[in-house]
């Protein structure tokens, strides 16, 4: 399944889909992936999702002096994942704000929903502060919107 996503993963229906393997380092004692590093793992997807969008986030640091860091988040863990699982991270844009946007993701394996994420990312300026998403970016997932748009209407002919 994996062979036939590129690097990045992909976007469809306004969802971003990337896969990650669980490696030893990924797991506990007991062979089971550490709670912590779903967080790790749905941080991959995110910066995946960007890259997918075309927006590097040292590019914008660079720039234009502005850092995306997760201000809130709550996960759900439903069920272990093991060594050598193959697990899919689904992101999507649940809302966009002016300085922050709110992403819903899940980890699964196969069609098992194992853990799922909101999390609140602001966009802050070099001294820390909160600041306004910029243009490049808000470009970009308005194209995660229009995805779904496009699949809206598609669906409703």
Known sequence: MSAALPRHG???AGCHRCVFRVYYEDTDAGGVVYYANYLKIAERARTEMLRCLG???EKLRR???IGLVVRRCTADFIAPARL???LTVLTR???QGGAA???AQE???GEETLARLDSKIACIAANGRPTRLPAPLLAA???LTRHIQTEAAAHAR
């Open 55 to 57: 927006v590097e986030q």
């Open 10 to 12: 992909e976007i469809a």
């Open 93 to 95: 844009l649940a809302a």
């Open 107 to 109: 980890i699964r394996r």
């Open 84 to 86: 050598d699982d193959e």
């Open 101 to 103: 946007l709110e992403l």
């Open 141 to 143: 997932l308005a194209t």
């Open 63 to 65: 720039e234009a002096g």
